[in-house]
């Protein structure tokens, strides 16, 4: 199971996706929660959040609204190439009618960045949350992601960044 699993809670973190017909599916979620929180929550506290997401009054509630609401633009940033196209036995094609044109590509590429951006900013709010309540959820910062810097926030006070939310993300893994 996944912390999110159904498209109102999609909607309910900024994103507002329309399905056309009962056979849509929302993004691949897991694929997701794999490369962006998994990581940084650990596999213990990861597995928690996954037992604990259906629980009315969780302790764990306000860590699991701020995973979901990263998770689910990113979830829809990874997986947008494949919802855009389909692909079949005569090869891959992108989906129109009189009633929907596939975006142009500044549109697509402007849809994708903003998308990333929204990720990424709750992805840091998130991390600002695990400092400050580490030791309620007994979390410590994984090998992978132990830096002198914690957050881009952070970074961004020594060096000025535009989107240091996002610079950070991506710097982390070097």
């Known amino acids: 199971m996944a912390l999110i699993n159904n498209i109102e809670t999609v909607r309910a973190n900024g994103v507002n996706v329309m399905f056309i017909n009962d056979n849509s599916s929302i993004a691949d979620i897991t694929a997701a929660e794999e490369r962006f929180l998994e990581p940084i929550l650990g596999a213990v506290l990861y597995e928690i959040l996954l037992?604990?997401?259906?629980?009315?009054?969780?302790?764990?509630?306000?860590?699991?609204?701020?995973a979901q609401k990263a998770l689910a633009p990113l979830a829809y940033w990874l997986d947008l190439p494949h919802i855009q196209s389909t692909i079949s036995d005569r090869g891959a094609g992108t989906f129109s009618s009189d009633n929907m044109q596939p975006l142009h590509r500044w549109e697509y590429e402007s849809l994708r960045e903003s998308l990333a951006d929204k990720g990424c900013f709750a992805l840091e709010k998130m991390l600002q949350h695990l400092f400050e309540e580490a030791d309620f959820y007994e979390w410590t910062v994984p090998?992978?992601?132990?830096?002198?810097?914690?957050?881009?926030?952070e970074?961004?006070?020594i060096v000025t960044l535009?989107?240091?939310?996002?610079?950070?993300?991506?710097l982390r893994p070097l």
Do not use: C, M, W
Request: without cysteine.
């Open 155 to 157: 970074f961004s006070s």
């Open 162 to 170: 535009f989107q240091p939310y996002r610079t950070f993300e991506n």
């Open 143 to 153: 090998a992978t992601h132990n830096t002198i810097i914690k957050t881009g926030t």
């Open 51 to 66: 037992d604990e997401v259906d629980v009315v009054n969780s302790d764990y509630l306000p860590l699991i609204k701020k």
